[in-house]
T-cell receptor, first 116, second 114 residues
Framework: KAGVTQTPRYLIKTRGQQVTLSCSPISGHRSVSWYQQTPGQGLQFLFEYFSETQRNKGNFPGRFSGRQFSNSRSEMNVSTLELGDSALYLC???????????????FGAGTRLSVL | DQQVKQNSPSLSVQEGRISILNCDYTNSMFDYFLWYKKYPAEGPTFLISISSIKDKNEDGRFTVFLNKSAKHLSLHIVPSQPGDSAVYFCAASALKTSYDKVIFGPGTSLSVIP
């Protein structure tokens, strides 16, 4: 099975621009979560999608949004970029089989976003 | 307010010795805990997990210990190998509640010195 694929791997934007990141989950996985990783902060949860519906949301401003398509692929959008948005954005998929297994997530390599 | 804490940002251990990575949590509703390992330029990969009904789970060289009363868990790696050098994230979730998110700690960077 192919793993979680994130595109692009690297991105450079300037303040005020917007950006869209893409994530293709493992085949058969219906849950997709997005995380922001910055030094010293670990992985901060952004949101989770399941069957095209946002199930959970972290404490990020409304500039951060996402969606999931019928094939489970997901996109994340950040509008009006700020310097502080520079980070590694990770996508993870889960089989959501129920019970503890649903919390075992499979991560992509991430998209490194630099805002200048 | 960090609900999952890893107070040691980094740790250095000699090859062959034991590595002990610590994690503390504040939310008593957490009942399932996971450890992930992350190499540079790769996403985190699942390592080992433990349910709150257990106090120990072992998988090869990796053992996780859970002390519910202290809200503390630790990951032991014995013996440590250079390939174990990575960032280790502790994570927690509350399976029995509607709080259906996995909360990650800030990570501990482990260096195993040959």
């Amino acid at each position: 099975k192919a793993g979680v694929t994130q595109t692009p791997r690297y991105l450079i934007k300037t303040r005020g621009q917007q950006v869209t990141l893409s994530c293709s989950p493992i085949s058969g996985h219906r849950s997709v979560s997005w995380y922001q990783q910055t030094p010293g902060q670990g992985l901060q949860f952004l949101f989770e999608y399941f069957s095209e519906t946002q199930r959970n949301k972290g404490n990020f401003p409304g500039r951060f949004s996402g969606r999931q398509f019928s094939n489970s692929r997901s996109e994340m959008n950040v509008s009006t970029l700020e310097l502080g948005d520079s980070a590694l954005y990770l996508c993870a998929s889960s089989p959501l089989a129920g019970g503890p297994a649903k919390n075992i997530q499979y991560f992509g390599a991430g998209t490194r976003l630099s805002v200048l | 307010d960090q609900q999952v804490k890893q107070n040691s940002p980094s740790l250095s251990v000699q090859e062959g010795r034991i590595s002990i990575l610590n994690c503390d949590y504040t939310n008593s509703m957490f009942d399932y805990f996971l450890w992930y390992k992350k190499y540079p330029a790769e996403g985190p990969t699942f390592l080992i997990s433990i349910s709150s009904i257990k106090d120990k789970n072992e998988d090869g060289r990796f053992t996780v210990f859970l002390n519910k009363s202290a809200k503390h868990l630790s990951l032991h790696i014995v013996p440590s190998q250079p390939g174990d050098s990575a960032v280790y994230f502790c994570a927690a979730s509350a399976l029995k509640t509607s709080y259906d998110k996995v909360i990650f700690g800030p990570g501990t960077s482990l260096s195993v010195i040959p």
